[in-house]
């Protein structure tokens, strides 16, 4: 069964940055699998930040998009998000991600909700203050 760490969360200002890990524990998973980002912030639902296929394929949601990038690194089985320009109402737990399904395509990603993904992190805080 894949496991999913995730880290990199912290406090910074508006304007910041920060890059977030997840740590995929499962062969070769993060290179084979939809993986994802998620957020909630407090009182709020989790949302999706950005899904990434097989292939590298990326789609950002539109509060992200320009700010962060989601990038893998396939031999060492990480998932990063990479995040400028932070504002204060990208704070929350942020969360990875992974579907079941193998060598799937962005077109099962992209319309993969919350439910979708199988396995889930624990989480790590992000905090940006104005």
């Known amino acids: 069964q894949v496991h999913l760490e995730e880290s990199g969360g912290g406090s910074v200002q508006a304007g910041g940055s920060l890059t977030l890990s997840c740590v995929v524990d499962g062969y070769f998973y993060s290179r084979d699998h939809c993986m994802g980002w998620f957020r909630q912030a407090p009182g709020k639902e989790r949302e999706r930040v950005a899904v990434?296929?097989?292939?590298?394929?990326?789609i950002y949601s539109d509060p992200v998009k320009g700010r962060f990038t989601v990038s893998k690194d396939n031999a060492e089985n990480i998932l990063h998000l990479q995040m400028i320009d932070l504002k204060p109402e990208d704070t929350g737990m942020y969360y990875c991600?992974?579907?079941?399904?193998?060598?799937?395509?962005?077109?099962?990603?992209?319309?993969?909700?919350?439910?979708?993904?199988?396995?889930w992190g624990r989480g790590t805080k992000v905090t940006v203050a104005s």
């Open positions: 991600a992974a579907d079941a399904a193998r060598l799937a395509g962005m077109d099962r990603c992209a319309n993969l909700g919350l439910p979708g993904f199988a396995t």
């Open positions: 990434i296929d097989k292939d590298n394929n990326v």
